[in-house]
């Protein structure tokens, strides 16, 4: 930090400012900040306890070096046409002249001016610099600025390059005083003031406010410094016109001064990249929305196909209900045709009665509910198959909209990687949509069929008390109806009509059709069961094996939305504070 003692008031903005720096990180890092993001932050925070640092840039033959060395008064750094300066040079305070090797990716040098115990100078390379490397290091280094020096010169003012550098500039918010260098090749004041006007009208237009200007001759300065001819000196330092600006530099900015823009640099830089990381989480927000509004429909398409199979499946279910109805209505007209007293001598023969009753009741009743049943498995599982392919296409569509709408490259430049956040995201959404083409690319409708067939058989031999065995469901119901046949036909004994006399008949009518009613329903209770209980746990089964496929989708959108909700929160409290100690700092420093 500067030297000086500071108040009560400079220590609490001070403190409070780097509270803010450091609780910036914490968002920052949940949202995948790019690693040189949180660099120029560290930097940021470090800067409040280093000395002023005064950055010059511009254009690499602007004269950047020779401005320096008119500052320094002498030859310090070499000057030329070519790029001279191919690192950046830290010049600091030093009892004797010289370079003291590297620090931080620096050249180190050292100069013996009072005013450098005050004030660290950056010299970089140039804006325009052919050499990529040299101008990607001096863009790095604008953060780091606590006043940025931009030189310019009256031979290419204001070139393309320079609008360029001074829009990034711009966006770090940092003070810039603007150096209109090498106005000795100008003939008259009047050329020199319509260059400083044009100079001042583009800066204005670039950085929002009137910059203030200085224009100057850094040769004709360092020739006045070095001179022993002291009318020479005299007429040299005037027509340099260096000594406004050599004064700004170290008297107008007085340590008041200094202080104010040290502490507005860190504000400046946090500034910049909570606004920036504030458009990103809403950005993320935006995608989490649609994320979000992904899941739901498809909840909504699960619980519609689940309300429509139940729907569907009550109307394939009335086929076999049907079909015992139906066979019920054929045993009430049996009894009726047989047992009567003009039947009396077929009643007595047992076996012809239970002949008649298989040929005329049951007929083809087992048949039949195979049949149906192995119909409502085969629309089971073809709808089952459907929803998958449903999935499937909506997914395979939603990743094809988003590959361009990602968050990824965050800020500049432009070769950042993409963020976990996206990559996790995608990942994501492609793995629900590789299950759900797996299980479509994989789906065997008979193996699905015959195991379902063979759930149901088992449940029916379940209930009905009998073995199963390997035969089919058709056989099944066979031995079921069976014994309802046994039992019915069982009342229809001869022995027991001859015991009770031809006036019984009509009771043992109406007993055998109630008997046959009763065993058909407990028939028809225990099949609907059965087929039933399958269809709910194969349904089920179906829902369950989309939502785990969906599973880690969801809860990545859900906790992510919580996270960036909370990291929002705290971006716009750290936004805001950040504009209360501007404030501050401007009203109190």
Do not use: C
């Amino acid at each position: 930090m500067l030297r000086r003692f500071l108040t009560d008031t400079e220590e609490q903005l001070l403190q409070a400012e780097r509270r803010e720096l450091l609780a910036l990180r914490r968002p920052l890092a949940h949202l995948d900040a790019a690693a040189e993001d949180l660099d120029v932050l560290d930097r940021a925070l470090l800067q409040l306890d280093e000395l002023f640092l005064l950055v010059i840039v511009g254009e690499f033959n602007a004269g950047k070096s020779a401005f320096i060395n008119a500052l320094l008064g002498q030859r310090f750094l070499a000057e030329g046409v070519t790029p001279t300066t191919t690192e950046i040079h830290l010049i600091k305070y030093g009892a004797d002249a010289g370079s003291t090797g590297m620090a931080g990716g620096m050249a180190v040098m050292t100069y013996p001016v009072e005013w450098l115990r005050d004030i660290n100078i950056v010299d970089t390379p140039g804006a325009n610099a052919i050499i990529q490397r040299h101008q990607q290091i001096t863009e790095e280094f604008v953060p780091r600025a606590d006043l940025i020096l931009f030189v310019t010169s009256v031979e290419r003012p204001f070139s393309e390059s320079e609008r360029l550098f001074l829009a990034r500039i711009r966006a770090w918010g940092k003070k810039v005083v603007v150096v209109l260098n090498k106005i000795d090749i100008l003939e008259t004041t009047a050329d020199v003031e319509q260059v400083v006007a044009f100079v001042e009208t583009n800066a204005r237009e670039l950085l929002g406010r009137r910059p203030t200007v200085f224009p100057i001759s850094s040769r004709q300065a360092r020739q006045a410094k070095e001179t022993f001819d002291a009318d020479e000196r005299t007429r040299l330092w005037a027509a340099s016109r260096f000594e406004p600006l050599e004064t700004y530099i170290l008297r107008t900015l007085d340590e008041r001064e200094r202080l104010r823009l040290k502490l507005a640099n860190p504000l400046g830089v946090a500034q910049k990249l909570t606004g920036r990381y504030l458009a990103v989480a809403e950005a993320r927000q935006t995608l989490l929305r649609e994320d979000v509004a992904t899941v739901r429909t498809i909840e909504a398409q699960l619980a519609a196909y689940e309300a429509d199979m139940r729907r569907d499946f009550r109307y394939h279910l009335s086929h076999v209900d049907n079909v015992l109805y139906a066979m019920s209505e054929r045993g009430n007209r049996f009894f009726d045709d047989t047992i009567r007293l003009a039947r009396l001598f077929d009643l007595i023969n047992a076996d012809r009665v239970r002949g008649m009753f298989e040929r005329q009741v049951i007929a083809d009743t087992t048949a039949q509910v195979e049949a149906h049943t192995h119909e409502l498995i085969d629309w089971l599982v073809d709808k089952d198959f459907q929803q998958w392919q449903a999935v499937m296409a909506y997914l395979n569509k939603r990743i094809v909209h988003h590959q361009d709408h990602i968050v990824g490259q965050v800020g500049e430049p432009s070769s950042r990687l993409r963020p976990g956040f996206e990559t996790n995201r995608q990942a994501l959404l492609q793995s629900v949509g590789r299950a759900a083409h797996e299980v479509v690319a994989t789906y065997d409708k008979d193996a699905e069929a015959r195991a379902l067939a063979d759930s149901v058989q088992m449940a029916v031999a379940q209930t009905a008390l009998v073995e199963a065995g390997a035969i089919g469901l058709g056989a099944l119901l066979v031995k079921v109806l069976a014994a309802t046949l046994a039992d019915v036909s069982g009342v229809l004994a001869a022995g027991a009509v001859a015991a009770l006399g031809f006036y019984l008949i009509p009771n043992k009518r109406r007993r055998a059709k109630n008997d046959l009613q009763a065993k058909i329903g407990d028939l028809r209770t225990r099949l609907t069961r059965a087929i039933t209980d399958q269809f709910e746990d194969e349904l089920g089964r179906s829902l369950q094996r989309i939502r785990e496929a969906m599973q880690p989708y969801t809860r990545f959108v859900e906790t992510q939305q919580a996270t960036l909700g909370d990291t929002e929160t705290a971006l716009t409290a750290i936004q805001a504070n950040l504009r209360d100690l501007g404030k501050k700092l401007e009203e109190d420093v």
